[in-house]
């Protein structure tokens, strides 16, 4: 595959990005939906010919199967040309249909990245590998974190759910840095310490008491935030930033926000996973942390960004930014 800035990804490299899909949507209350719609209600069809987004490019691609699943419809794709080790489940967000019109769209993504990738040096380890159109490339060791070609079956991850408004915020949050280039402007505030201490206050104020539990999942969060942003949260174009912004005895979570501290949720499942933690434990955990996304959308206005700022000082509506 390609990465952002044109370069080629080995097979046994895949962005961090691609497990967002893998999660379920649903709380365990909302396990008893409707019946399945018809397969003639999905916007994609099996064997149909799709152009899906892959490490910020659209691909050629075919769908294998199409499943309805917690309310939302899920797709397994071939992108063709490619190695089957590639294939996976997307959702219909990283899907576009194969017209004139979206191939013209393709090729202009590839030509921007093509424009960004001359304008920049090649820095730090690289290797060589080859492409499906036969080119070379070079690609940095550290772009991509590395992932387990046979990772966790989705049915042994703890089913999360991420509010609708949440995961709309996840879309728009990779539309903005990885298709329009922006950043989100540090240092936020509140931060991610802040928020936490927030929703501390919360509970305290809506139980009367905080139980030692409570305590130790937001102390855990921010570890865990803190250790995963450098190494599976931010994207190709942050990085820059994050070396920019967090220098000695600075943590990420004094400096970024909500936007990052969602995007922990989607990793979430995979990092229980293989922290090992028991059964009853981990059904108490989940349903705190189902607390804590509602916590989140409830203030989804005061926590998250509406707009984020390019680096030339202009924010996406292009409008001067006053700082």
Known sequence: MVNSNGDEVTEDSTTATTHETDIDMADSKDEDVDSPPSPESSR????????????????EAKVLKAVYQIREWRYFVHYLGWNKNWDEWVGIDRLMKHTEENVQKQQELKKR?????????????QMKTKGPTGGRGRKRKSDTPQKD??????????NIQIPPQLKKQLIDDCEFVNHLGKLVKLPRSPNVSEILEKYHFYRLKKDGVISDSVGEILSGLQCYFNKALPAMLLYKNEREQFQESIKEDIS???????????????????ILFYANIEDETLTELKQKLQDFLRFLQKNQSAFFLSTYHSVDGFDVAGKKDDN
């Open 252 to 270: 990420p979570s004094s400096v970024y926000g909500a936007e990052h501290l969602l995007r922990l949720f989607v990793k979430l499942p995979e």
């Open 113 to 125: 990245q093509d424009t960004d990738k001359n304008g920049k040096a090649v820095r730090g380890s």
């Open 149 to 158: 070609k046979d990772g966790p079956p989705p049915e042994k991850l703890v």
């Open 44 to 59: 994609f069809q099996e064997g149909e010919k799709v152009l899906a987004f892959h490490s910020q490019q659209l691909y």
